[in-house]
Structures are given as structure tokens and as C-alpha cells.
T-cell receptor, first 116, second 115 residues
């Protein structure tokens, strides 16, 4: 069974600085998607970034980028120029693309605090 | 486009009762998934519906059930509520984007408290 592990329950970063959130996963599959979701106090899960496993190039979305290391099964999220609005729970997630089912496996989350 | 709508936002029920939660996906989205979020267990997959058929089910007891209607709206039902069912219940709708890539849009959830 696939698992997703986020080893940092909480992190803090100074506004305008850069922070990296860690995520490792375990799978025997070769085709899958990885996601980072943000959950602010409003509770809605918001997609931050997505990475297809077959792509070697790391995904980027404005200030958000990932470091995808497929062999190491590592998928970290880097947030540059941190802003107060980035404060939230961040979840790393995995979705198999083998059976095409829509079961997303989430890590336990990292709570990110932005210090003004 | 309107987002994923979940109703109600908050619910308080007594042990032993049953509850029904509703999720309306984004117009045109035919796949709806449900997740339970608790502080202890995190986010766990409940089930997924596509075109009124359950395609996948997580490891939850039979007290948890769901269905999907022809307009893609979905409901989940929990019978004989237990204190441990207190959680945030999230639903997500999926759309196939360009290049065959999937996107998932989540609702704001229903916070269920069992007393």
C-alpha cells in the first residue's frame, strides 16, 4: 500500500523568506501524481502544485516549486518570498495513475506559520 | 463556475442518530470523492462515485454509505453515529484537464460533531 510521510508537523518562516516543506512517499508503482494542497482556516483544500511522475522537470507555480526526486521518493515544496497569506496546513498527497481510481492518499500535514 | 458546495457547514448530532451530508460538484464534473479528516487519522478516503456508480471504497465500516444522483450531486450517510465519527467531511470533484491531467477541487467541508 502507498504511504505519504510528512516529518515536520509545524514550521515557521519569516515573511519574505524561503521555506521548504518535506515529503516522502512509498510506492511500488511507476505511474502516479503527486500534489501539494494548502488548507487555510476556511477549511477548503486548495491545490498548490501538481507533479506527474513521468516528468523529470520539477513543477513550478509562481512562488511555489517542488524538488521531485523519483528514485529517492521525495517530493519537497519550496515557497519563496513567503507571504502572510501562505500561513496554512500543507498536505502532500499521492494518487495512483495505474488503476485510474480517484483515491488520494494524504500525508498528516505540516502547519506553516508566517512570522511578520 | 461555482465551486464545490457542501451542506450543511456544521452539524451536531447525538450518538446513535444518523446523518446525511450533501455535496454538489462543479457543473460538468461527474466524479465525486469523499474524505474524512480528523486530528488523529488525518485525511482518509471514504469513497468515490462516477456517473451514479461507486467505483472505489475506503476502509470504513458499513455504517458509512453514499450515493450519487443523475445530476452528479452526491450524498453520504452515516448511521448509528459514534463519538469517533466527529470529523470534517470533505468532498472533491474531479475534472480531466488539458493533456489528460486530472484536477481535484474540494469543498469547504461539513464539520460533524457527535455528542
Amino acid at each position: 500500500a502507498q504511504t505519504v510521510t510528512q516529518s515536520q508537523p509545524e514550521m515557521s518562516v519569516q515573511e519574505a523568506e524561503t521555506v521548504t516543506l518535506s515529503c516522502t512517499y512509498d510506492t511500488s508503482e511507476s505511474d502516479y501524481y503527486l500534489f501539494w494542497y494548502k488548507q487555510p482556516p476556511s477549511r477548503q483544500m486548495i491545490l498548490v502544485i501538481r507533479q506527474e511522475a513521468y516528468k523529470q522537470q520539477n513543477a513550478t507555480e509562481n512562488r511555489f516549486s517542488v524538488n521531485f526526486q523519483k528514485a529517492a521518493k521525495s517530493f519537497s515544496l519550496k515557497i519563496s518570498d513567503s507571504q502572510l497569506g501562505d500561513a496554512a496546513m500543507y498536505f502532500c498527497a499521492y494518487r495512483s495513475d495505474v488503476n485510474r481510481d480517484d483515491k488520494i492518499i494524504f500525508g498528516k500535514g505540516t502547519r506553516l506559520h508566517i512570522l511578520p | 463556475k461555482a465551486g464545490v458546495t457542501q451542506t450543511p457547514r456544521y452539524l451536531i448530532k447525538t450518538r446513535g442518530q444518523q446523518v446525511t451530508l450533501s455535496c454538489s460538484p462543479i457543473s460538468g464534473h461527474r466524479s465525486v470523492s469523499w474524505y474524512q479528516q480528523t486530528p488523529g487519522q488525518g485525511l482518509q478516503f471514504l469513497f468515490e462515485y462516477f456517473s451514479e456508480t461507486q467505483r472505489n471504497k475506503g476502509n470504513f465500516p458499513g455504517r458509512f454509505s453514499g450515493r450519487q444522483f443523475s445530476n452528479s450531486r452526491s450524498e453520504m450517510n452515516v448511521s448509528t453515529l459514534e463519538l469517533g465519527d466527529s470529523a470534517l467531511y470533505l468532498c472533491a470533484s474531479k475534472v480531466m484537464g488539458t493533456g489528460g491531467h486530472y484536477g481535484y477541487t474540494f469543498g469547504s467541508g461539513t464539520r460533524l460533531t457527535v455528542v
